[in-house]
């Protein structure tokens, strides 16, 4: 009897706090994924991954030494490669929000920061402005941003999360644009986007700029809250387990109560104690939502008093010899104009499918493919010499036995045998 008080007793207390860190584990479980991204930023091949540092800077316990180092390479390295672009004028919208977001997040001056573009200086912020102003147009002219709606989204939270008022005619597009339902990822809708919409767009909400068109923009965050709520699975994910993250910051940075996540967080702590977040920029979008917190706190964090705890116990090197066991992989491509060829391929059990494609390129089956490096890793860009490009909004669509992959060519581990179609698709 005395203990089903207690059971009681203890089940009403965790109702009361469903997202709250009740447990030492769970804080432990944060711990763990803060070294996890911060030893990444060892081992980090090609550029500094803005989206890690937000994270990190996010989080409630800090390495400060390592995060400043991090903050310098992000000044050299990525501000290098963003004035490049910028230079040859490619869009980076999504790369200078992320940046700009970085950048706050260590409470650093943005007014600092400036790229040279055809002889003149500007500031970020002035570069960002004007990369929102040229995927305004081209939504006007060809109903689609220049890159795509996510990073549209990133851009508006990052200049109103400088304190910098975003041009109604930008943010209305957005406003449209959730109107229209037009945020799609492939074929399916986009979780993620309508995350990313909602922190943006809650942002200009709390800004009080948006004067003009408040009802609307009541009613696109309204809409927002509803297709993330309507994206949520029985086991707790909303859309899949890797937009789940940016769903419950938005969620969190629309007012909603915690206790509206409670079953989303819990099924990310589950996956993280898992292990199924090995890539660092899927870590870097789910810990702001473990933390309860929201890439829109960038707004008013103040960096003062910072618990400086975080340390990296240096770790057993692990060996990981190649499975001697092997499992039949049929790689099947199919061309934009339709034609499929078939390639079979013995893999070791366990490997990346990147893996399994190099293994297949140095059989001279005929097969070759390409890669362009990207912050979650590889994405697969060219395949028997043909090229799926984004300027033609086409790209390879991965799939395994008819089910769309959900990771990439690098995190995708193949167990078992299977075929693998890949698809030059459009979008
Ligand atoms: C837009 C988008 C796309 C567009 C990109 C082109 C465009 N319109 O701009 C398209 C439709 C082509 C696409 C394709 C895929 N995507 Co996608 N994509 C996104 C989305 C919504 C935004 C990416 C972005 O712009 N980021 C901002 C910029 C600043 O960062 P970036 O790294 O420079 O962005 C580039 C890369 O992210 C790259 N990219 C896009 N998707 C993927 C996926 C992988 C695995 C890699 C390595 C790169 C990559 O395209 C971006 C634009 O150039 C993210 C959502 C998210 N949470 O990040 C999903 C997301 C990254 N995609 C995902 C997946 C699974 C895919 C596919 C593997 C789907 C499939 N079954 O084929 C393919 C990639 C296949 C390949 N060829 O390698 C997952 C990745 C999860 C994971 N653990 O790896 C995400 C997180 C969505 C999700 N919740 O499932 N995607």
Redesign the pocket.
Known sequence: MLSLVIITALLAFTRGKPCADTEGSNSELLLSLSKDLLRSLDGQEGLPNPSVHLALRLSNSHNLVKESEHLNRLKNHLHNDIQNSLSNSQSV???L??YTLALKSSCYDLNTITFAVSETRETLLTHLKKQMELEKEHIAFSHRPL??Y??YS?GVLALCASGIRVNNHVSNKLIKAVEHEHFR??DTE????YAMAGMALQCVKDAGSHVHNAAELDTALSKIKQKLLAARRTDGHI?????TG?AVQALLAMGSPVAECAASMEAMRTDARANKYE?P??VS?ILPALHQKSYLTVKVKECLDEDDTLVLEPLDPVVVLPSTTKVAVMVEVVTSSGTAALYPVDVPKGSSLLEALELLSAKNDGFTFE?ES????????AVNGEQ?R?SD?R?????SDGT????????FKIEAAQKIAIKNTT?
């Open positions: 919208t999504g790369l929000a992320l890159t795509n996510y990073q990133l990822h492939g986009s979780t993620d986007m859309g899949n387990e890797f937009s940016l890539n920029m899927a979008q890669k990207s912050l979650w890793g590889p994405f697969l860009s799926a984004q909004r790209y390879w669509h991965l799939s769309a992959l959900s990771q990439g060519v690098s995190d979008y």
